[in-house]
C-alpha cells in the first residue's frame, strides 16, 4: 500500500502562485505514475498533471504552460508548481497514484487528503 501526505495550499490573489508537495510512503516502489486532479464546487473532479516513473509529463490544456509537474526520487515527493494563478483555478486539489495505460493515465484510486487553493481575483 501507497500512503500519501500533501502539504501547500492556501489562499492567493489572481496571477500569484502556488506549490504543493506531496509525498510518498509505504510500497513506492510500486508507483508507475502520479498525477494531481482537482475538484471545485460542484464540479467532477478533474486530471490536472501527470508524471510517469521516466519523469515524462502531461497536463490539461486550461492549465498547459502554467502549472508544472515534477518530482524527487530521492525524497519520494512529487510537487506541483502553480503560476499565473485564476480564480478557475481554485478548488481542492488531490495527488494520486496511478499507472499509464494504452488509454493513458489511471487512477488507481490511492488518494492523498487533499489541499485547499483560492485565488481571489
Known amino acids: 500500500q501507497v500512503q500519501l501526505v500533501e502539504s501547500g495550499g492556501g489562499l492567493v490573489q489572481a496571477g500569484g502562485s502556488l506549490r504543493l508537495s506531496c509525498a510518498a510512503s509505504g510500497s513506492i516502489f510500486s508507483i508507475n505514475a502520479m498525477g494531481w486532479y482537482r475538484q471545485a464546487p460542484g464540479k467532477q473532479r478533474e486530471l490536472v498533471a501527470t508524471?510517469?516513473?521516466?519523469?515524462?509529463?502531461n497536463y490539461a490544456d486550461s492549465v498547459k504552460g502554467r502549472f508544472t509537474i515534477s518530482r524527487d526520487s530521492a525524497k519520494n515527493t512529487v510537487y506541483l508548481e502553480m503560476n499565473s494563478l485564476k480564480p478557475d483555478d481554485t478548488a481542492v486539489y488531490y495527488c494520486n497514484v496511478g499507472r499509464i495505460s494504452l488509454n493513458g493515465y489511471r487512477s488507481l484510486e490511492v488518494w492523498g487528503q487533499g489541499a485547499q487553493v483560492t485565488v481571489s481575483s
Open positions: 508524471i510517469t516513473s521516466g519523469g515524462s509529463t
